[in-house]
């Protein structure tokens, strides 16, 4: 099966930024993907990576490194709206796409 | 508006009845998942269609049936819930494009007693 690893919890001010990390390892690779997802809601696509680097869209940014199977997510200058769960999502050889745990997101006044 | 609608919001079954989660997308999107989400363990595919009247096992599709009569529809059956089935299931389509991006339903609480 595919591995995809991410922290369970992470707690950050308003107004500050958190870098949620996640490792893979998958039989093939074919593009990242990141989820938010609030509690009891479905979830919603932030961002795609294929290729090595940053893409950046607006307050929050996604990295890939192909060669070290990881991949971060940047929250910059937090908002209450932004607590909730993110979830790295891998698509593999087959394109099937595998998902991390999530990681929930708390963000204090 | 578009998008993908899942019936029913939530529901208590008792095990070994029969169930079929809905899901309907107006997208017109050709790739359709199943999804279950359980607490720690993230989303996992159950079945996925690729198009109308093609149908594909994912990780986890044991106690689970699908079928892909048109583009717009894909039910899920559980032919004898059991209580190991408590999940929240989320239906998805994709819409081919160069990401190939999947939008979620809104998702459906089964609970088996």
């Known amino acids: 099966g595919q591995n995809i690893d991410q922290p369970t919890e992470m707690t950050a001010t308003e107004g500050a930024i958190v870098q949620i990390n996640c490792t893979y390892q998958?039989?093939?690779?074919?593009?990242l993907f990141w989820y938010q997802q609030h509690a009891g809601e479905a979830p919603t696509f932030l961002s795609y990576?294929?290729?090595?680097g940053l893409e950046e869209k607006g307050r929050f940014s996604s990295f890939l490194s192909r060669s070290k199977g990881y991949s971060y997510l940047l929250l910059k200058e937090l908002q209450m709206k932004d607590s909730a769960s993110y979830l790295c999502?891998?698509?593999?050889?087959?394109?099937?796409?595998?998902f991390g745990a999530g990681t929930t997101v708390t963000v204090r006044a | 508006i578009a998008g993908i609608t899942q019936a029913p919001t939530s529901q208590i079954l008792a095990a070994g009845r029969r169930m079929t989660l809905r899901c309907t997308q107006d997208?017109?999107?050709?790739?359709m998942y199943w999804y279950r989400q359980d607490l720690g363990l993230g989303l996992r595919l159950i079945h996925y269609?690729?198009?109308?009247?093609?149908?594909g096992k994912g990780e986890v599709p044991d106690g689970y049936s699908v079928s892909r009569a048109n583009t717009d529809d894909f039910p899920l059956t559980l032919a004898s819930a059991v209580p190991s089935q408590t999940s929240v299931y989320f239906c998805?389509?994709?819409?081919?494009?160069?990401?190939?991006?999947?939008?979620f339903g809104p998702g459906t609480r089964l609970t088996v007693l």
């Open positions: 999502a891998v698509r593999d050889g087959d394109y099937k796409l595998s």
């Open positions: 998958t039989s093939g690779f074919n593009g």
């Open positions: 990576n294929v290729l090595d």
């Open positions: 269609s690729n198009t109308a009247g093609t149908t």
């Open positions: 997208m017109r999107h050709n790739a």
């Open positions: 998805a389509s994709s819409d081919g494009g160069a990401a190939d991006t999947q939008y």
